[in-house]
């Protein structure tokens, strides 16, 4: 039983706890969160399951100190707010980018919280959404008020790979109508990103060492699907679109992917580091030769800043983009802390959404 357990003391709340790296994850009854001055307390209403929850289990995240309630993909009502929250009321719905910003400092200031020099992010630095209630910092910055046609349980799927989706395809990427567009690794990321892509008009190949997830790139939009196991990446990419890709995604990250993701890119063409590069993968071999031959561009892309949601969201909502069919199920509290030690094993089969606590 937690320390922190104190019936005499505080309200409580059901949350998924773990207290030791892989150990077992158990709902128990902890403490409500209070809100600081410039954050918010929400009800957590959906939130997604992420194999970035499963790296925080494993004791991957520096950030995380136990015991630790992760989740970090949410929809939720605000219940309580500080005093220095000016945008938002209690009683709003609302969603979150999974990096949030602190509203000051330079990266902030210039509209970039997605690479705040002081980011916070549920579930990872605080206490996360597999909760009762989750504590939000610097509301005005980072809450996203939500369109009433948006559920609960597809809203809650945005604010991790499907940010760094759009934002990677967008901002970075700069995808338009009649561009084409390599995705390295149909993953969860790569998947959205071909479907992003696909609704801007562009015409996108899809790249994966896995058949199903191919297939399932086809029924986003991709028109030309290649498998490296059977056929040379770059060369194969060069001759379909005679040259080379407009602009190149290494949705997977590794060194493998990174490089073909810039290798088959035309002239001036743009590769985007999207997919997290860990461990052996950190430091990826570049074709230095070619990014100076053929002016290549390389950018990355981290998250999505929360006031770019209302371009996203209308996209949503006039049907051009449907984040719910990557959803495969809804689950309890109770089922995520068994689910959540699998994840790993889970990347292909679609998103899990907890939405009863
Ligand atoms: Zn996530
Ligand atoms: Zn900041």
């Not at 995380?64 to 939720?76: F, N, Q, R």
């Amino acid at each position: 039983m937690l320390k922190i357990f104190d019936k005499k003391e505080v309200y409580l709340m059901k949350a998924a706890v773990f207290e030791k790296f892989q150990g077992k994850i158990a709902v128990q009854n902890v403490p409500d969160p209070k809100p600081n001055d410039a954050g918010v307390v929400v009800k957590v209403l959906a939130t997604g399951l992420c194999r970035s929850d499963w790296h925080g289990w494993m004791g991957h995240d520096p950030d995380i100190v136990l015991p630790h309630v992760p989740g970090h993909e949410l929809t939720g009502i605000v219940v309580a707010k500080g005093k220095n929250v000016k945008k938002f009321s209690l009683n709003d719905r609302v969603t979150v980018p999974f990096v949030c910003g602190c509203g000051t400092c330079e990266q902030c200031a210039t509209n970039n919280q997605q690479v705040c020099d002081n980011q916070s992010q549920p579930g990872f630095t605080h206490w996360g959404s597999f909760a009762e209630y989750v504590a939000l910092d610097y509301a005005d910055t980072n809450l996203v008020k939500l369109p009433d046609e948006i559920s609960s349980i597809t809203a809650a799927t945005l604010g991790c790979r499907f940010i760094t989706s759009y934002r990677a395809i967008v901002a970075q990427g700069m995808v338009s109508e009649g561009k084409t567009i390599a995705v390295h690794g149909c993953g969860g990321v790569g998947l959205l990103a071909v479907m992003i892509a696909h609704s801007l008009g562009a015409e996108v190949i899809a790249i994966d060492i896995n058949t199903k997830n191919l297939n399932l790139a086809k029924e986003l939009g991709a028109s030309f699907t290649i498998n490296p196991l059977e056929t040379n990446v770059v060369q194969e990419v060069k001759e379909y679109t005679r040259g080379g890709v407009d602009v190149s995604l290494d949705a997977l990250g590794s060194a493998e992917t990174c490089f073909n993701s810039i290798a088959n890119l035309k002239k001036r063409g743009r590769h985007v580091q999207v997919g997290l590069v860990t461990g052996n993968h950190k430091h990826p071999k570049i074709p230095m030769d070619l990014v100076i031959a053929n002016e290549l561009e390389i950018v990355g892309s981290h998250g999505m800043q929360a006031h770019k949601y209302p371009e996203l969201l209308a996209m949503i909502q006039r049907g051009e983009l449907h984040p719910e069919k990557l959803i495969n199920r809804t689950v309890s509290l109770q089922e995520a802390t068994q689910l959540l030690p699998q994840m790993n094993a889970f990347e292909h089969h679609g998103v899990l959404v907890i939405d009863s606590f």
